[in-house]
């Protein structure tokens, strides 16, 4: 193998380990999405089988779902609750995908299940992220199961009363069938405060738009270096 090209791989392996460590829990695709987004799909599935062979993660195969394999730490407890941890997890790898490598926006970091806003609410996910001409901006999201029948009592306005008002909050919910009575519900919450944005998706919008982003920057990198090369060649 090619020294810099296992050098790569090496480093795709921790920063994929890295990515566990925070989720708990990813599928094959969002394991691609996260790392492999330049690269074709067979290097993602070599880094989780080497990863395997190593014992650093465990491989689960699910008959019922359209993502059959998903992982986890080796020396973790088997997460539970499944299909929520991986529905969280589409909420971790999107956040990562819109901050990634050439976006004015850059996550400072991203916690699942933060525990700071507590006993007040304890979201699905938190994150931080800076952009280059906008500061700042804090998000939270939400992962709802509608087929579990739980209605939408999360005190978020109580919350963000709690941030000033000239900080940037964003409230992203991801539901697994129609969100439309949490939007009506938020948006009527939500209508006085300025600072504040919704976001809604299902669990398969979010699912193709991280998609549309990650061809969207692939797409953009494989420019970039057709344009370097040519500059290289015409320097030769």
Request: with cysteine.
């Amino acid at each position: 193998m090619n020294p810099t090209t296992h050098a790569q791989g090496r480093k795709r392996d921790q920063r994929v380990l890295a990515h566990l460590e925070v989720s708990k829990c990813l599928s094959q695709e969002q394991i691609h999405l996260l790392e492999f987004w330049r690269v074709s799909t067979e290097m993602s599935h070599r880094c989780t089988q080497r990863l395997e062979k190593n014992k650093l993660i465990r491989r689960v195969k699910m008959s019922w779902s359209d993502q059959p394999d998903w992982f986890y730490p080796y020396d973790n407890k088997r997460p539970d609750q499944i299909q929520h941890r991986l529905g969280k997890s589409w909420l971790y790898t999107s956040l990562n995908i819109r901050t990634m490598q050439g976006s004015e926006e850059r996550l400072i970091y991203y916690k699942d299940e933060e525990s700071k806003f507590m006993p007040l609410l304890k979201p699905d996910g938190y994150a931080k992220t800076a952009h280059s001409r906008l500061g700042a901006k804090h998000y939270f999201c939400e992962f709802q199961i509608n087929s579990s029948g739980n209605k939408w009592n999360k005190p978020y306005k109580e919350l963000f009363q709690s941030f000033s008002e000239d900080q940037s909050l964003t409230l992203m919910v991801v539901t697994t069938d129609s969100y439309d009575t949490i939007k009506k519900q938020l948006i009527k919450e939500m209508s006085s405060m300025g600072n504040v944005s919704l976001a809604f998706y299902t669990l398969d919008e979010l699912r193709s738009l991280c998609w549309r982003i990650a061809l969207g920057k692939r797409e953009e990198f494989r420019q970039k270096e057709l344009t370097h090369n040519e500059r290289s060649r015409n320097c030769h």
